[in-house]
């Protein structure tokens, strides 16, 4: 482990990449050596919290002694030797529900896209009534990529095997059974990657705080502003950008947050695919944030159309002002070990903080604390 780690440092390559599961035992001296590949900016290794890797893998139905031997596949997902898992099927829109919730369901930027139709936002009542809509329309989308991604299944079983793959994943040989026909020890369900959990939340805590709560504004006011990109409500975006932001320890957006994960693991999780097992839910990145916000017009937490979204359950670039600490508090809040296709959390720190080593063991104590 060390010489890897001292060799990733010494030749800064961008592949392999480069993953490091910690646990409570690790000695300082390990974490030490971690961190000090972390000051160099490469962005790695990414650090993997040993238990809740083996959690997740429990969840989906491995035995205890195999979900502790797991290992990082592609950015976080927990995986195995033993596993068929299709990580990152499809990715889910979450600021795209909640868009098509506010506007009648249609999407902003291109009205030619829509899901079914919702009433006006004027006619909503009460903020749980505009909380029912998004999760609609959430549901909606769920419902959709599930669809496809069966289908796409269906087809990669008839024409595009996996006989080398197969080879390396326990279960497949003794099975005499391709990958893509369920041949792997453990078959996990495709996994839906969801994009913008902090967006939604921030979204739904602005039109909470600022519509129903202090009612500064109607909700037809606020809808207003996002068709115009919020030109011409500076005054109005000032407000909703100062609402209570997630990544900052606040229980008033966190809770949503929480909510919105866990709703969608539900109702990732009630469909079956081509094999009969669970679909997976997921929050990771693979810059998938920069696509799903350029298809996003504004949205009520005073982001601006076409912007990025935030990227696995990191908080959105910019509003975490608290401290790192309580970005890590609010991700922490949110129910990981159900997520079995990963969870990701990024946090970017000044080079400056990491040049020596007391700030560095300053951050092996915050990785530990995490």
Same mark, same amino acid.
């Given at each position: 482990s060390y010489m890897c780690l001292q060799a990733n440092r010494r030749v800064k390559t961008h592949r392999p990449g480069m993953s490091v599961r910690l646990h409570p035992d690790r000695p300082d001296d390990c974490v030490g050596a971690v961190c000090d590949l972390i000051a160099e900016g490469t962005g790695f290794p990414a650090v993997h919290n040993d238990r809740l890797g083996s959690e997740m893998l429990l969840a989906a139905g491995l035995s205890p002694e195999d979900a502790r031997d797991w290992s990082? /596949?592609? /950015?976080?997902?927990?995986? *195995?030797?033993?596993?068929?898992?299709?990580?990152?099927?499809?990715?889910v829109n979450l600021a795209s529900a909640l868009e098509f919730a506010l506007n009648q369901g249609r999407s902003r930027l291109s009205p030619e896209i829509s899901t079914f139709a919702e009433k006006p936002a004027a006619e909503f009542q009460s903020f749980e009534e505009v909380k029912e809509a998004f999760f609609k329309q959430l549901a909606y989308l769920i419902k959709h990529s599930v669809v496809g991604s069966i289908t796409a299944q269906r087809i990669h079983a008839e024409m595009v095997p996996r006989p080398y793959l197969s080879l390396l994943v326990e279960g497949c040989l003794e099975k005499g059974r391709d990958l893509s026909r369920g041949g792997a020890k453990y078959n996990l369900g495709p996994v839906l990657t969801g994009i913008g959990v902090a967006d939604s939340a921030?979204?739904?805590?602005?039109?909470?705080?600022?519509? *129903?709560?202090?009612?500064?504004?109607?909700?037809?006011?606020? /809808?207003?502003?996002?068709e115009k990109n919020w030109e011409g409500f500076e005054e109005m975006r000032k407000e909703a950008l100062a609402a209570p932001k997630y990544g900052n320890d606040d229980d008033y957006v966190d809770r949503l947050a929480v909510e919105i994960s866990d709703f969608y693991h539900h109702e990732t999780v009630s469909y079956t695919d081509l094999n009969g097992v669970k679909f997976n839910s997921a929050f990771l990145g693979i810059s998938n944030d920069s696509p799903a916000g350029s298809v996003v017009g504004a949205t009520p937490c005073g982001r601006k159309s076409g912007t990025p979204l935030t990227e696995?359950?990191?908080?959105?670039?910019? +509003?975490?002002? +608290?401290?790192? +600490?309580a970005a890590m508090r609010s991700a922490a809040k949110i129910n990981h070990d159900v997520h079995t296709g990963g969870t990701l959390l990024n946090i970017k720190l000044s080079p400056s903080l990491l040049k020596d080593r007391p700030n560095r063991r300053k951050l092996a104590s915050l990785i530990r604390a995490y």
């Amino acid at each position: 482990s060390y010489m890897c780690l001292q060799a990733n440092r010494r030749v800064k390559t961008h592949r392999p990449g480069m993953s490091v599961r910690l646990h409570p035992d690790r000695p300082d001296d390990c974490v030490g050596a971690v961190c000090d590949l972390i000051a160099e900016g490469t962005g790695f290794p990414a650090v993997h919290n040993d238990r809740l890797g083996s959690e997740m893998l429990l969840a989906a139905g491995l035995s205890p002694e195999d979900a502790r031997d797991w290992s990082n /596949c592609g /950015c976080v997902v927990p995986h *195995f030797r033993k596993i068929g898992e299709w990580t990152s099927a499809v990715n889910v829109n979450l600021a795209s529900a909640l868009e098509f919730a506010l506007n009648q369901g249609r999407s902003r930027l291109s009205p030619e896209i829509s899901t079914f139709a919702e009433k006006p936002a004027a006619e909503f009542q009460s903020f749980e009534e505009v909380k029912e809509a998004f999760f609609k329309q959430l549901a909606y989308l769920i419902k959709h990529s599930v669809v496809g991604s069966i289908t796409a299944q269906r087809i990669h079983a008839e024409m595009v095997p996996r006989p080398y793959l197969s080879l390396l994943v326990e279960g497949c040989l003794e099975k005499g059974r391709d990958l893509s026909r369920g041949g792997a020890k453990y078959n996990l369900g495709p996994v839906l990657t969801g994009i913008g959990v902090a967006d939604s939340a921030n979204s739904l805590a602005a039109i909470k705080k600022l519509v *129903f709560e202090e009612k500064k504004y109607t909700l037809a006011q606020i /809808c207003q502003a996002l068709e115009k990109n919020w030109e011409g409500f500076e005054e109005m975006r000032k407000e909703a950008l100062a609402a209570p932001k997630y990544g900052n320890d606040d229980d008033y957006v966190d809770r949503l947050a929480v909510e919105i994960s866990d709703f969608y693991h539900h109702e990732t999780v009630s469909y079956t695919d081509l094999n009969g097992v669970k679909f997976n839910s997921a929050f990771l990145g693979i810059s998938n944030d920069s696509p799903a916000g350029s298809v996003v017009g504004a949205t009520p937490c005073g982001r601006k159309s076409g912007t990025p979204l935030t990227e696995g359950v990191s908080p959105h670039a910019g +509003t975490d002002l +608290t401290s790192p +600490t309580a970005a890590m508090r609010s991700a922490a809040k949110i129910n990981h070990d159900v997520h079995t296709g990963g969870t990701l959390l990024n946090i970017k720190l000044s080079p400056s903080l990491l040049k020596d080593r007391p700030n560095r063991r300053k951050l092996a104590s915050l990785i530990r604390a995490y």
